[in-house]
């Protein structure tokens, strides 16, 4: 064998070696036309949380083992708080209760970290952690967290969350204390993504020429933005701006943009990521990221108008309150103050 013969013989040695070693691609469903297929209904529930903990700030992966010991946390912490739950504890005062009044039963809680192992959903910036609000932000959002720590005169005082005209992990999705399910029906004009919560849904046409709200006019303004769509090789891109006032994702405002990018990564993985930009509201965007699995639970009704019994309950706590001539200023629950 001369040298020139060696020299190929060893190369295909070397690549045949490689590709028997390479771990084998996944396989992406894909549709009849050509594109990934984002069919289907996915969980969106994660442990892990949005921003790094201070725990693990020069830490931007865990191992096998130290996500096994996390995950075993969570659990038997719940397990405990689960096996008293019906008891009176010490310490705990009524109003805790009247916040949130719900138990176990009703929540729908991730247990799991991210398939990707990551300390934070943040992934940019690189420490993880969100940006800090701008102080004219917190002080253009203050009247509307102040309006909710007044006796209500009607409903357009309460958030719109109670209001049922949004939920509170959708636009962009993120886990919640429930009803983190998405599906997703695919054709080859539009992608429509219904959520869970509030049965909120959205069709984005796929062949948006430009980003954004294009030819509306900035005084249009939507619940839920505007959003239109296109694919970027295997990736389907999702912008939404025209945002109504206090509707826009993570107290952002006018001028905020939403981008989101869906990529089917194999058979029962979804990955979602979205970036939030609006540059009077922080000095950088920011970017998360995650992996959704999928599942053969179903999307249910909501129904939040029909069974939004809180609302007439409150209303009917704020007149009587005014008929005996007192005032009371719990009306914002302990949870929600942390947000303004």
Same mark, same amino acid.
């Given at each position: 064998? $001369?040298?020139?013969?060696?020299?190929?013989?060893?190369?295909?040695?070397?690549?045949?070696?490689?590709?028997? $070693?390479?771990? =084998?691609?996944?396989?992406?469903?894909?549709?009849?036309?050509?594109?990934?297929?984002?069919?289907?209904?996915?969980?969106?529930?994660?442990?892990?949380?949005?921003?790094?903990?201070?725990?693990?700030?020069?830490?931007?992966?865990?191992?096998?083992?130290?996500?096994?010991?996390?995950?075993?946390?969570?659990?038997?912490?719940?397990?405990? #708080?689960?096996?008293?739950?019906?008891?009176?504890?010490?310490?705990?005062?009524?109003? =805790?209760?009247?916040?949130?009044? &719900?138990?176990?039963?009703?929540?729908?809680?991730?247990?799991?970290?991210?398939?990707?192992?990551?300390?934070?959903?943040?992934?940019?910036?690189?420490?993880?952690?969100?940006?800090?609000?701008?102080? /004219?932000?917190?002080?253009?959002?203050?009247? !509307? !967290?102040?309006?909710?720590?007044?006796?209500?005169?009607?409903?357009?005082?309460?958030?719109?969350?109670?209001?049922?005209?949004?939920?509170?992990?959708?636009?962009?999705?993120?886990?919640?204390?429930?009803?983190?399910?998405?599906?997703?029906?695919?054709?080859?004009?539009?992608?429509?993504?219904?959520?869970?919560?509030?049965?909120?849904?959205?069709?984005?046409?796929?062949?948006?020429? /430009?980003?954004?709200?294009?030819?509306?006019?900035?005084?249009?303004?939507?619940?839920?933005? !505007?959003?239109?769509?296109?694919?970027?090789?295997?990736?389907?891109?999702?912008?939404?701006?025209?945002?109504?006032?206090?509707? =826009?994702?993570?107290?952002?405002?006018?001028?905020?943009?939403?981008?989101?990018?869906?990529?089917?990564?194999?058979?029962?993985?979804?990955?979602?990521?979205?970036?939030?930009?609006?540059?009077?509201? &922080?000095?950088?965007?920011?970017?998360?990221?995650?992996?959704?699995?999928?599942?053969?639970?179903?999307?249910?009704?909501?129904?939040?108008?029909?069974?939004? &019994?809180?609302?007439?309950?409150?209303? #009917?706590?704020?007149?009587?309150?005014?008929?005996?001539?007192?005032?009371?200023?719990?009306?914002?629950?302990?949870? !929600?103050?942390?947000?303004?």
């Amino acid at each position: 064998m $001369n040298r020139t013969n060696f020299v190929i013989y060893v190369v295909l040695l070397l690549v045949g070696a490689t590709a028997i $070693n390479a771990p =084998a691609l996944a396989e992406v469903p894909m549709t009849s036309w050509g594109k990934p297929s984002l069919d289907g209904t996915w969980d969106f529930k994660s442990a892990t949380p949005l921003s790094r903990p201070e725990r693990w700030k020069d830490q931007e992966v865990l191992s096998e083992a130290e996500v096994a010991e996390y995950e075993k946390a969570i659990q038997e912490g719940r397990s405990e #708080r689960l096996a008293t739950e019906g008891e009176v504890r010490e310490g705990l005062d009524g109003q =805790a209760d009247v916040d949130v009044g &719900y138990n176990s039963g009703f929540l729908e809680l991730g247990s799991r970290l991210d398939g990707s192992y990551r300390t934070s959903l943040i992934v940019d910036p690189p420490d993880g952690r969100m940006p800090q609000m701008k102080e /004219s932000a917190r002080a253009r959002n203050k009247p !509307y !967290y102040e309006m909710q720590t007044q006796s209500p005169a009607g409903p357009e005082m309460r958030n719109l969350t109670d209001r049922c005209l949004i939920g509170f992990n959708n636009n962009p999705m993120r886990s919640g204390a429930y009803n983190n399910i998405m599906q997703i029906v695919q054709s080859r004009s539009h992608v429509a993504i219904q959520v869970e919560m509030v049965n909120d849904h959205r069709v984005v046409p796929t062949s948006s020429a /430009s980003s954004g709200a294009s030819g509306i006019p900035t005084t249009t303004r939507f619940w839920k933005g !505007y959003s239109s769509g296109k694919w970027e090789g295997a990736t389907f891109v999702v912008t939404t701006t025209n945002f109504k006032q206090f509707a =826009a994702p993570f107290g952002t405002g006018d001028a905020a943009v939403l981008t989101e990018r869906f990529t089917r990564l194999d058979e029962d993985t979804l990955e979602y990521e979205y970036t939030i930009s609006d540059p009077e509201t &922080y000095d950088v965007p920011w970017t998360a990221r995650q992996q959704m699995r999928r599942t053969d639970d179903d999307v249910y009704e909501y129904a939040c108008h029909e069974g939004n &019994y809180s609302m007439p309950l409150v209303l #009917r706590a704020a007149r009587k309150l005014e008929k005996d001539g007192k005032t009371d200023n719990t009306w914002l629950p302990s949870w !929600y103050k942390s947000r303004g």
